[in-house]
Nanobody, 127 residues
Framework: QVQLVESGGGLVQAGGSLRLSCAAS????????MGWFRQAPGKEREFVAA????????YYADSVKGRSTISRDSAKNTVYLQMNSLKPEVAAVYYC????????????????????WGQGTQVTVSS
């Protein structure tokens, strides 16, 4: 069992940056691959980024490549999502997720792979 708590969301102007954090507690953090997903009103939850257990490999949705970076800090049991050059269309509730199962390549893009979820943090981008 792992508990996830996101923070760092808020209101930012277009072109600005935000760093989302997800603190994990419970079982060994390194046992989990971690992901970020987002869900805008009226839309399905969509993949943003993921990082494998070791942190050595990361995956990104095409829509965020080059503008976002996912990372994990095992000493702090925390995963981060740094988002730069934000646009209004990325506004959504951002969710942190964890899986102790298989996560590699596009498998990580599927939210059904992830069994643990945080409560979400709102990101709003003003134009």
């Amino acid at each position: 069992q792992v508990q996830l708590v996101e923070s760092g969301g808020g209101l930012v102007q277009a072109g600005g940056s935000l760093r989302l954090s997800c603190a994990a507690s419970g079982r060994t953090f390194s046992s989990y691959a971690m992901g970020w997903f987002r869900q805008a009103p009226g839309k399905e939850r969509e993949f943003v980024a993921a990082v494998i257990r070791s942190g050595a490999i990361t995956y990104y949705a095409d829509s965020v490549k080059g503008r976002s970076t996912i990372s994990r800090d095992s000493a702090k049991n925390t995963v981060y999502l740094q988002m730069n050059s934000l646009k209004p269309e990325v506004a959504a509730v951002y969710y942190c997720a964890a899986t102790s199962g298989y996560c590699s390549g596009r498998v990580c893009y599927d939210p059904r792979v992830f069994g643990y979820w945080g409560q979400g943090t709102q990101v709003t981008v003003s134009s």
